[in-house]
């Protein structure tokens, strides 16, 4: 890269920046914030870190949605590799095109709509909102999330790998967990991931399935803020930003550690 | 003893009539659809056999191994394999097995671990299985590279890496698949002795799927020539490049000189044959041509001699004019343009450092060949 850095670039990099990154880190700064009025500055403190661990709502909403977000993003990930590969391997069967757009279609669907019919649905089986139906509601949105990055990862998978293992005396089921398994296993991790961040922030589907007792940490900030800000929230949210900053940049240092140990390897391979 | 290609083959189960086949194709048809890959194919393996099918891409050489594996089933026909029947034997249940073109080395296991696959497979016990995955790495010369991934390895070590692991479990049968299409022509070469090296040793049966010519004229006892899910001929090397069977199978190995012609005049001894140009050629085996039918006489370069004046010995000469040369340090190459039209490529030897009679473009010229030089061909 030869770029220059002329007043122009540095101007639109810094506005770009700002216009984007601005308000949290005016939300972080405010989470340290000696007084209760959001908008004034009185002095660094840590005070708010600490009634936020005493404020008992939000902790019970923040394991809530901990827990809606592990077996929510979990069962997805199950069920988003099955139909990933059964958009892969069975390439040919009655019904695929339809299967293939119902399993993508909460991808483009707005979250109002999926909401509000699972709140139709729910009422009309007579489900008790709650946990159960915030999590369920929460599969069927991660789901097709998971089911796209696995099949991506699929569609350049080398079916001979399977062949050898089968050919080596593997049977189907032991060539699945042996062999094509650990091989997608990064893909699989991915859209965990993904499943456990779509989960962790969805609002309006939780507050369209959610009952009373199963209050999730979103639903619980948005409520509060209703009634003003305070800085205990903008603590919380704080925190929310560290832990998923924190796991983005493990997931891409690891990723490149093992780009970097790669072609090492790959020379050193080279030289025999 | 005359034989064709100056070898003396010793090991030749194929033309003893008690010889028990190993592996027996029988008029296996395999379609995908529309699409016949192979059509109505027999074919027979002997055991111990280095066995190649050659042909080019589609012909249908890879499906025939993906069925002696069991990756596809036949539509029509049998496979028997040591006098079994295969069908409906999954893969995991054959005693094949198969060396595949991408290697398809499992990523995540180590070299070690990618060899003991198998034989974990199998429920080896664990002391065997060690000492059968150290045999291997001797033997493909990998000892010391054991706990690598297989991507922290060169093309030529995945190879052998692949080859091990497909050896490890003694099957009956090795199938390979295009084994040495990844590797580049130095290693190819070195790598083609290395195999019949190795099979020697296992003394297992090796049926190898390949487009090279080459490379299966250096490593099979056999190759059998496919086309459009057909068998063209099964022979040795010498046999199908000597004595093809076919114009397909004389143009699809090596280089070769076609004349069109009919047979003139059959006698005990020779037959005359008047080319559609106008050349006359006398040969001695011109096999069941009757006369007045429609032939190919084919004759390879290396067959023909090159002159400036007409060989006062020669059976065959025909006079043209130089029109190109290929020098390529063993040998050199000379396309002439004969007086009635047809272009002849002639090879040479270049067994002295220099020549008395050089030739030049444009050099008015005599090809000259013997009797037995070349074969006819009737299909």
Known sequence: ?272 | MKSLGSIRRDFAPWNDPNAKPYIQFDNVTKKFGDFTAVNNLSLTIFEREFFALLGASGCGKSTLLRMLAGFEEPTAGRILLDGQDLRGIPPYHRPVNMMFQSYALFPHMTVENNIAFGLKQDGMPKPEIAARVAEMLKLVKLEQFAKRKPHQLSGGQRQRVALARSVAKRPKVLLLDEPLGALDKKLREETQFELMDLQQKLGLTFVVVTHDQEEAMTMADRIAILDKGEVMQVATPPEVYEAPASRFVAHFVGNVNMFEGKVAERTAQTTRIAGATGAQIVVENAGDAAAGADIVFAIRPEKIRISSRKPADAVNALEGEVYDIAYLGDMTVYHVRLDDGQMVRASTMNAARVTEDPLSWNDRAWVSFRSDAGVVLTR
């Not at chain 1, 977000?69 to 069967?93: E, H, K």
């Not at chain 1, 019904?95 to 669907?109: K, Y």
């Not at chain 1, 983005?248 to 025999?272: F, P, T």
């Open chain 1, 1 to 272: 890269m030869n770029a220059t850095w002329s007043r122009f670039n540095i101007t639109s990099i810094v506005l770009g920046f700002a216009f984007l990154y601005l308000p949290i880190v005016l939300l972080i700064v405010f989470s340290f914030n000696e007084s209760k009025l959001v908008t004034v500055w009185g002095g660094f403190s840590t005070k708010w870190y600490v009634s936020l661990f005493h404020n008992q709502g939000l902790m019970d909403a923040a394991w809530v949605t901990a827990r809606v977000g592990v077996i929510s993003a979990t069962v997805a990930t199950v069920l988003g590799t099955l139909a990933a590969l059964t958009l892969t391997r069975y390439t040919r069967f009655r019904g695929r095109v339809l299967f293939s757009g119902m399993v993508f279609a909460p991808l483009v669907m707005p979250e109002v709509i999926t909401g509000l019919s699972l709140l139709l649905l729910f009422v009309a089986v007579g489900l008790d909102r709650g946990f159960f139906t915030v999590t369920l509601a929460h599969i069927t949105l991660t789901m097709c999330f998971v089911a796209v990055v696995v099949q991506s990862r699929l569609i350049s998978f080398d079916r001979s790998l399977e062949e050898a293992a089968m050919d080596l005396g593997a049977t189907p089921v032991k060539t699945f967990f042996q062999i094509t398994l650990p091989v997608i296993m990064p893909a699989i991790v991915s859209g965990w991931m993904l499943a456990f961040t779509l989960s962790l922030d969805d609002l309006v589907i939780a507050s369209f399935t959610s009952g009373p007792g199963a209050t999730t940490l979103p639903m619980k900030i948005y409520s509060q803020v209703r009634l003003g800000v305070t800085p205990e929230i903008n603590a919380a949210c704080t925190i929310l930003i560290a832990v998923v900053a924190i796991g983005v940049i493990i997931a891409s240092l690891a990723n490149k550690r093992r780009e970097v140990q790669r072609q090492l390897d790959e020379q050193a391979a080279q030289r025999g």
